[in-house]
């Protein structure tokens, strides 16, 4: 079974930065897009930004120009680099791997004070 484990979720103020990683089995995570979701309370679970397995990316627009998502191929991890993080930005951040079958992380807590 797959199992994703998430880390460096966290309390961080306004304008600070963030680093979550994403470990993922190799066996998948060479094939896999990764992804970042976010789920705010009383909202959905949105994308926050996603890398195939080529390198390619998508943001949401929200976090355009102030997140980026890479892949360490090594250690079969996924990373969200979060800057100049906002309020806004507080969620559970829920690390994805998809090859056809969807796989969830637990979830990691960022809260982002005023």
């Known amino acids: 079974q797959v199992q994703l484990v998430e880390s460096g979720g966290g309390l961080v103020q306004a304008g600070g930065s963030l680093r979550l990683s994403c470990t993922a089995p190799?066996?998948?995570?060479?094939?896999?897009?990764m992804g970042w979701y976010r789920q705010a309370p009383g909202k959905q679970r949105d994308l926050v930004a996603h890398?195939?397995?080529?390198?390619?990316?998508n943001y949401a627009d929200s976090v355009k120009g102030r997140f980026t998502i890479s892949r360490d191929s090594a250690r079969g991890t996924v990373n969200l680099q979060m800057n100049s993080l906002k309020p806004e930005d507080t969620a559970v951040y829920y690390c994805n791997a998809r090859i056809g079958i969807t796989f969830w992380g637990r979830g990691t807590q960022v809260t982002v004070a005023s």
């Open positions: 890398v195939s397995a080529d390198g390619s990316t």
């Open positions: 190799g066996s998948i995570f060479s094939v896999a897009t």
